[in-house]
């Protein structure tokens, strides 16, 4: 419980759209600008399904991911890039590294507080 608490509280992230025309966005998307491996992308497509995936490849023909949480090996997607027409990316926020530090201080302090709480109770 502690490390779930830590983590939300510690890392902000973010689920930005890249507000560009279809167009442009499948160019920064062959150029690595919009979408980098690592990131976790909801990606639209032309019949209107909403992809959830953990990036693991760009190349000039598709994004190749997982679900976030899924094994790779079983459940790669291969995500043809001329079929996307919005991309929302989440990402850690870096932007703050000082945000990050005091957030990952307060839920630390935050988890060892409830774990001596807990504590006590148990142990009159």
Known sequence: MLLI????????TTL?????????????IRSNEAIK?????????LDGVAHLLFITAVN???IIGHP???????????????????????????DNPRRFANGTAIGA????AVGLII????FP
């Open 68 to 94: 976030p949480g899924a094994r790779r090996d079983v459940t790669e997607t291969e995500l043809p890039i001329d079929d996307i027409v919005l991309v929302e990316v989440s990402r850690l926020s870096s």
């Open 16 to 28: 930005k759209p890249i507000d560009v025309d279809a167009v442009t966005l499948r160019e920064r």
């Open 119 to 122: 504590v006590a109770i148990s």
């Open 109 to 112: 302090g935050i988890g060892v």
């Open 5 to 12: 608490l830590v983590f939300f509280l510690g890392g902000c």
């Open 37 to 45: 491996t690592g990131d976790t992308i909801r990606a639209i497509t």
């Open 60 to 62: 000039d023909r598709a």
